[in-house]
C-alpha cells in the first residue's frame, strides 16, 4: 500500500489538521488577550514543538523501517546522554559509559534491524548487566561501586533497551492484519502521547487532588482519570486501522496508557532525587528527549509483548 494513502499516513493527516486547529485557537486566545503573557509563551512554544516533532515522525515513517529503527538509535543516544549527564560525576565511570555508548547502543539496534529477536532480548538484561561491572571493577575505584554500575544499567535499560521495543514492533508479522506494523507504531505513539496531553489538560481544567506532589507537582488524580480514560477514547475510535476488536483497543489503550503514566512517574522520581526540571533542553519546551520518551520507555515493550503473544 502507498505510505501516503495508508492507514499510518492518516493519522499524521489527523494530526496536522489538530495542530492547525490548535495553532489558530491559541493565537486566537493570545491576540484577545485571554490567556497571560507567560502562559501565552509556554502555549506558543508548545505548540511549535509539536509541529516540530510530528513533522520529524512524518518524515520518517514515509522513508521505512531503516529510517525509524535509525531515529530511535539516534533519540536513544541522546536520551542515554542525558541520563548519564545527571547521574554520572566519576571519571572512573567513563569506559563503562564509552562502551555504552559506542557498543551496546548499536550493536542493539542492529540485532532489531536485522531481526534477531532472542539476543535484542538478552543483550542489555543479561550480557551488558554481567559485562559492565567487569569493566568498572578493573578501574580500582570502590567507592559508590554498586550505585554507578546500577546507574549505566538503568540508564542501557531505560534509554535504549525500552526505547528499541518501538521499532522492534516493525518487526512482526500479524496473521490476518491487512496493514503493516508501521500503523501500530503510529497507533502506540499517538494514544501514549495523547494520554500525556489529555492529562495535562484535564488536570489544569478540574484538577484537584495530587497524585504524587512530591515525585510530579503538577498531575492530579483527576488528570490522570480524564486523560487515560479519553485516550482510551481514542485508542476505540481507531480501532479499524488495528487488528484489535474495539473492547481489546480499549483495554490495550488503557493498559499502556497505565504503562505510560508509571514511566513518567519514576522518570520525574529520578530528576527530582537528582535536583533538576527537566532532562535537558533539545526539545524547546518540551525539555529533553527523555522528557518526550518517558512514557513510551515503559509501555513499548508491554504493547509488543501484547502483540507478540496476542496476535502472532
Not at 486547529?21 to 511549535?48: C, D, H, M
Not at 547521574?87 to 550493536?107: K, N, S, V
Not at 493498559?255 to 533539545?282: C, E, N, P, Q, Y
Request: charged share 10%.
Amino acid at each position: 500500500m502507498d505510505r501516503f494513502h495508508s492507514p499510518s499516513a492518516y493519522v499524521f493527516y489527523g494530526l496536522f489538521a489538530f495542530l492547525i486547529l490548535a495553532t489558530l485557537v491559541a493565537q486566537f486566545l493570545i491576540r484577545s488577550g485571554r490567556v497571560t503573557e507567560p502562559t501565552a509563551g509556554n502555549l506558543t512554544q508548545r505548540i511549535r514543538a509539536w509541529w516540530v516533532m510530528i513533522g520529524v515522525l512524518a518524515l520518517i515513517f514515509t522513508l521505512g523501517a531503516g529510517a525509524i529503527t535509525l531515529f530511535f538509535a539516534l533519540c536513544s543516544m541522546a536520551a542515554l546522554r542525558e541520563f548519564a549527564t545527571i547521574t554520572h560525576t566519576r571519571r572512573d565511570d567513563h569506559d563503562g559509559l564509552a562502551i555504552a555508548f559506542y557498543l551496546i547502543l548499536p550493536l542493539q539496534y542492529l540485532l532489531v534491524y536485522f531481526e534477531v529477536p532472542v539476543f535484542a532480548a538478552l543483550l542489555i538484561p543479561v550480557y551488558s548487566f554481567l559485562l559492565l561491572p567487569v569493566v568498572t571493577v578493573f578501574k580500582g575505584e570502590v567507592q559508590g561501586f554498586l550505585t554507578r554500575v546500577s546507574e549505566t544499567q538503568w540508564g542501557l535499560m531505560v534509554c535504549v533497551y525500552c526505547v528499541s521495543h518501538i521499532p522492534a514492533i516493525l518487526t512482526l508479522d500479524i496473521p490476518l492484519y491487512r496493514y503493516s506494523a508501521f500503523t501500530l507504531v503510529a497507533w502506540l505513539i499517538l494514544v501514549v502521547q495523547a494520554s500525556d496531553v489529555l492529562q495535562y489538560i484535564w488536570g489544569k481544567s478540574i484538577g484537584r487532588h495530587l497524585l504524587a506532589p512530591r515525585v510530579s507537582p503538577s498531575k492530579t488524580v483527576e488528570g490522570l482519570v480524564g486523560g487515560m480514560l479519553s485516550a482510551t477514547v481514542l485508542g476505540m475510535a481507531l480501532t479499524p486501522i488495528t487488528p484489535f476488536r474495539w473492547w481489546e483497543a480499549g483495554l490495550i489503550a488503557l493498559t499502556v496508557t497505565g504503562f505510560g503514566t508509571l514511566g513518567g512517574l519514576i522518570m520525574s522520581a529520578i530528576k527530582r532525587d537528582r535536583g533538576v526540571k527537566d532532562w535537558g533542553t533539545l526539545v524547546q519546551g518540551h525539555g529533553g528527549i527523555l522528557d518526550r520518551l518517558d512514557s513510551l520507555v515503559f509501555s513499548a515493550p508491554v504493547f509488543l509483548h501484547i502483540l507478540a503473544w496476542g496476535w502472532m
